[in-house]
């Protein structure tokens, strides 16, 4: 995942995930990518620099919290850091269902499938038994408990098929 600094033709700065570069360009290119503050589709990158953080293992302490101004974004699906509008059209949904879709598809095409061993593996690669790597896979709901309460960093894939 990526983390782009954006501006629109208004001058709002904002900042949104993206899985990699190509996805903002094609996303942006089909008008999916627009300002959280105005709406405006005339979106451009800002200057920005890298931030890249390297995997924690085991007997690792985390760093001295950033103060809550520059706190880093969950590494998830690129989503505005403006609040949403309150309600959505037709077109946000399909936009949405389009991005989540993205989103699984990229995960599966670069993440290694251990199918019904994800529990076992998560937390073999979290405590330096396995060699780091993405993966997913399918995991009970104690089995995802249990890997939280150990603090060990799980997200579910987005099923953009559900059509409620």
């Known amino acids: 995942m990526i983390k782009f600094s954006l501006t629109c033709s208004n001058h709002h700065a904002f900042e949104a995930w993206f899985p990699d570069s190509d996805s903002f ?3 942006r290119s089909r008008g999916l990518v627009t300002c959280p503050h105005c709406n405006d589709a005339a979106v451009e990158k800002s200057i920005m620099a890298p931030n890249v953080r390297g995997g924690k293992r085991r007997g690792e302490t985390d760093p001295a919290p950033l103060p ?3 706190q880093k974004a969950p590494e998830q699906t690129p989503i ?3 609040k949403p509008p309150e309600t ?3 077109e946000q949904v399909v936009a949405a269902r389009q991005l989540l879709h993205a989103v699984r598809a990229t995960v599966q095409k670069t993440h290694e499938d251990v199918g019904d061993k994800f529990a ?3 937390r073999a690669i979290h405590e330096g038994k396995k060699p780091d790597r993405g993966i997913h896979g399918k995991a009970s709901k104690e089995q995802i408990g ?6 060990i ?3 579910p894939l987005p099923d ?3 059509d409620s």
């Open 68 to 70: 809550a101004s520059s």
């Open 160 to 162: 953009p098929k559900l």
């Open 153 to 155: 960093e799980i997200l």
């Open 25 to 27: 360009i094609d996303q």
């Open 88 to 90: 959505w059209g037709p």
């Open 80 to 82: 505005p850091t403006a």
């Open 146 to 151: 249990s890997l939280l309460d150990d603090g």
């Open 120 to 122: 076992e593996e998560a």
